[in-house]
């Protein structure tokens, strides 16, 4: 089912920040919790995760208000994240179709600048970003499988 979620970027405090929105809002983590730069697998291209950078969030979801996701992420400026006021939201964006996420992603990104152009990623899904010409930001993320 397509949805849409809001996503938070955070200097390096994600995880005192959802657990604050867990008091909050209450509920629980989706999936198996919050999942850490250390779980993911080396990237080819990418330079050596900072031990330092190990333990923070990689992304992380929250159902709040039964039906609306908020998720959030750490970046950490050694993985060459500028993180500033303004650029720290992003609509997610989750089409049920690869055809639609290419047809939104097609559409948002005319004029805007893609930051990162849609392919297959390690955790399963089809994902891109990009900035429309507005300045505002927009994640994609396609569950289904081509």
């Not at 948002?108 to 392919?119: A, F, N, R, Y």
Request: aromatic share 12%; proline share 6%.
């Amino acid at each position: 089912m397509a949805s849409v979620s809001t996503y938070l970027n955070f200097k390096r405090n994600t995880e005192e920040a959802f657990e604050f929105y867990k008091t909050v809002f209450g509920g629980e983590y989706y999936g198996q919790g919050p999942m850490r730069f250390a779980d993911a697998p080396p990237q080819e291209g990418m330079p050596p995760l900072a031990e330092a950078d190990k333990n923070l969030i990689m992304h992380v979801e929250l159902r709040i208000l039964d039906s609306h996701s908020l998720m959030g992420t750490d970046c950490p400026d050694s993985m060459g994240f500028q993180l500033n006021v303004g650029n720290n939201i992003n609509i997610n964006l989750m089409p049920d179709t690869r055809e639609e996420t290419k047809k939104l992603f097609d559409r948002l990104s005319d004029g805007g600048t893609i930051t990162m152009p849609l392919e297959d990623m390690f955790w399963g899904d089809y994902f891109g970003s990009c900035t429309d010409k507005f300045g505002i930001n927009w994640m994609f993320n396609c569950p289904e499988k081509k």
